[in-house]
Nanobody, 116 residues
Framework: QVQLVESGGGLVQAGGSLRLSCAASGIAFSTSAIGWYRQAPGKQRELVAQ???????NYADVVKGRFTISTDNAKKAVYLQMNSLKPEDAAVYYC??????????WGSGTPVTVSS
């Protein structure tokens, strides 16, 4: 059974950094896409960063150069290192797992607040 549990969100000043973690179980990195989405109040959920087949990364243009996604296969974990945070990065961040066969899964989210 797939489970995704996010952690690492919190309050940070603009320009600061946070590292989000997603502890995953029941997943297979090599035959899926796994990554991070975010949703700010009143806005649609949007892709932030994703790794496909455990090697191909994809980033939203607005986070390129500031955010880095990585995985730890042994720990079945996905990380999002967020640097140079901006107030517009504030949102609830969700871990997402999309196997090539079957349904996709979501974590419950971790909130990120960026003060200006």
């Amino acid at each position: 059974q797939v489970q995704l549990v996010e952690s690492g969100g919190g309050l940070v000043q603009a320009g600061g950094s946070l590292r989000l973690s997603c502890a995953a179980s029941g997943i297979a990195f090599s035959t899926s896409a796994i990554g991070w989405y975010r949703q700010a109040p009143g806005k649609q959920r949007e892709l932030v960063a994703q790794i496909a087949n455990d090697r191909n990364t994809n980033y939203a243009d607005v986070v390129k150069g500031r955010f880095t996604i990585s995985t730890d296969n042994a720990k079945k974990a996905v990380y999002l290192q967020m640097n140079s945070l901006k107030p517009e990065d504030a949102a609830v961040y969700y871990c997402n797992y999309r196997p090539w066969f079957g349904r996709e899964y979501w974590g419950s989210g971790t909130p990120v607040t960026v003060s200006s």
